[in-house]
C-alpha cells in the first residue's frame, strides 16, 4: 500500500484559487490511476480528476476547464490546481492511489476546501 497526505486546502471566496497536494509514501511511478475526489455534506463521494501513468486525464463535467490535476514521479506527488471556484465547489478532497498488480487502493484523510463570501 502507500500512504498517502493531502494539503493545501482551506477558504476561498468565490472566483478564486486553490492548489491542492498529495503527498505519497514512496514512488507512484508504478500505480495505475491517481485522482482526486471529492464528498460535500449529505452528499456521496465523487470522481473529480483521475489521471494515469501515461499521463491521461479525466474531468468530472462540473470541472472541466477550471481544475488541472497534473502528476510529478519524480517528488511523488499529485496536484490539484483549482480556478474559478464556485461554492458548490466546498467538500472534502480526497486523494487516491489505484493499481491492478499489485492491487492498491489508498485513500488520504482528506483537506477541507470551503468556497464562500
Known amino acids: 500500500q502507500v500512504q498517502l497526505v493531502e494539503s493545501g486546502g482551506g477558504l476561498v471566496q468565490p472566483g478564486g484559487s486553490l492548489r491542492l497536494s498529495c503527498a505519497a509514501s514512496?514512488?507512484?511511478?508504478?500505480?495505475?490511476?491517481m485522482g482526486w475526489y471529492r464528498q460535500a455534506p449529505g452528499k456521496q463521494r465523487e470522481s473529480v480528476a483521475t489521471?494515469?501513468?501515461?499521463?491521461?486525464?479525466n474531468y468530472a463535467d462540473s470541472v472541466k476547464g477550471r481544475f488541472t490535476i497534473s502528476r510529478d514521479n519524480a517528488k511523488n506527488t499529485v496536484n490539484l490546481q483549482m480556478n474559478s471556484l464556485k461554492p458548490e465547489d466546498t467538500a472534502v478532497y480526497y486523494c487516491h492511489a489505484v493499481s491492478l498488480f499489485p492491487t492498491i487502493s489508498s485513500w488520504g484523510q482528506g483537506t477541507q476546501v470551503t468556497v464562500s463570501s
Open positions: 514512496r514512488s507512484i511511478a508504478s500505480i495505475d490511476v
Open positions: 489521471i494515469n501513468r501515461g499521463g491521461n486525464t
